[in-house]
């Protein structure tokens, strides 16, 4: 059973960076052909696809967010770090990471069934 675990502080100031980290249990982050994604979702509305790494280390972008966001991944301990920069009081959102079995395209990205697996989710609140 593969399980997801997202971590990282919980307040964000405006302009800072905001940073996450996804510990995986019960499988590797390089095993083929898995995808290892960043969702958000802000009150009253959907979830926002972010980013995806594959499992050979390769990266993929929400085009919206591609300057400010990056992902990258520590195989020794099996996690995957999202980074968010500048952020703003727009940014206020509960973070998850998902794993998916293929990359993910258009709406599909905003389709819970398309992943296999989630973290449980956490709250970041971009305040002063």
């Known amino acids: 059973q593969v399980q997801l675990q997202e971590s990282g502080p919980g307040l964000v100031k405006p302009s800072q960076t905001l940073s996450l980290t996804c510990t995986v249990s019960?499988?590797?982050?390089?095993?083929?052909?898995?995808?290892w994604n960043w969702i958000r979702q802000s009150p009253g509305k959907g979830l926002e696809w972010m980013g995806a790494?594959?499992?050979?280390?390769?990266?993929h972008y929400s085009p919206s967010l591609k300057s400010r966001t990056s992902i990258s991944r520590d195989t020794s301990n099996n996690q995957f770090t999202l980074q968010v920069n500048s952020v703003t009081p727009e940014d206020t959102a509960v973070y998850y990471c998902?794993?998916?079995?293929?990359?993910?395209?258009?709406?599909?990205?905003?389709?819970?069934?398309?992943?296999?697996?989630w973290g449980q989710g956490t709250q970041v609140t971009v305040a002063s």
């Open positions: 790494m594959s499992w050979t280390g390769n990266t």
């Open positions: 019960g499988g590797s982050i390089t095993t083929g052909y898995y995808y």
């Open positions: 998902a794993r998916s079995p293929r990359l993910l395209y258009g709406s599909s990205r905003q389709e819970k069934r398309e992943y296999d697996y």
